[in-house]
T-cell receptor, first 114, second 114 residues
Framework: NAGVMQNPRHLVRRRGQEARLRCSPM?????VYWYRQLPEEGLKFMVY????????ESGMPKERFSAEFPKEGPSILRIQQVVRGDSAAYFC????????????FGQGTRLTVV | AQTVTQSQPEMSVQEAETVTLSCTYD???????LFWYKQPPSRQMILVIR??????QNATENRFSVNFQKAAKSFSLKISDSQLGDAAMYFC???????????FGAGTILRVKS
């Protein structure tokens, strides 16, 4: 059973470009969480999605950031018009349910904005 | 809102000795989960140990154990017989009883000296 797969592992974008980060949850997991880790800091929650629904986006910046988890395919975190401050590691986690189950993390995508 | 505080930015330990990493948290909930995650240079988030707040017994996983003081809202991690492979960033995290949204501390860098 493959773990949580994130791609790409590294992504370089110029200021003003779009960044698309992908996350394939563990098989059978329908709950996906995105976190951002700025340099020298802990992970900060961004958004929680269940298939086709955004459940909690309280940690998402109001502009330029969006997330989706379609019925088929991976979850996508999209950042439009990237700025240098978006440079960070973005982690995805998935879980089977929300009651007494673990969330398993992917290896993250390191986004560098130049 | 829940918060997690790790007051030690960096700790060092001699190989084979014992080290304790500190964590305090703030919540008004009575039932919740606490975790310690290890993040080596590969960036992979590895679950080290978890504690359910309703359990009085401290969790133990091989060389890793916790000292959970619910009234004091303290959750420290003890690593016995430290090994070079234990060198990493360690994050303390909190999760409500329902849901898998994690609140992380800022992390403690653990260095292991041979």
């Amino acid at each position: 059973n493959a773990g949580v797969m994130q791609n790409p592992r590294h992504l370089v974008r110029r200021r003003g470009q779009e960044a698309r980060l992908r996350c394939s949850p563990m098989k059978g997991h329908s709950h996906v969480y995105w976190y951002r880790q700025l340099p020298e800091e802990g992970l900060k929650f961004m958004v929680y999605l269940q298939k086709e629904n955004i459940i909690d986006e309280s940690g998402m910046p109001k502009e330029r950031f969006s997330a989706e988890f379609p019925k088929e395919g991976p979850s996508i975190l999209r950042i439009q018009q990237v700025v240098r401050g978006d440079s960070a590691a973005y982690f995805c986690a998935s879980s089977l349910s929300t009651v007494n189950t673990e969330a398993f993390f992917g290896q993250g995508t390191r986004l560098t904005v130049v | 809102a829940q918060t997690v505080t790790q007051s030690q930015p960096e700790m060092s330990v001699q190989e084979a000795e014992t080290v304790t990493l500190s964590c305090t948290y703030d919540t008004s909930e009575s039932d919740y989960y606490l975790f310690w995650y290890k993040q080596p240079p590969s960036r992979q988030m590895i679950l080290v140990i978890r504690q359910e707040a309703y359990k009085q017994q401290n969790a133990t996983e091989n060389r890793f154990s916790v000292n959970f003081q619910k009234a004091a809202k303290s959750f420290s991690l003890k690593i016995s017989d430290s090994q070079l492979g234990d060198a990493a960033m360690y994050f303390c995290a909190y999760r409500m009883q329902y849901g898998n949204k994690l609140v992380f501390g800022a992390g403690t860098i653990l260095r292991v000296k041979s």
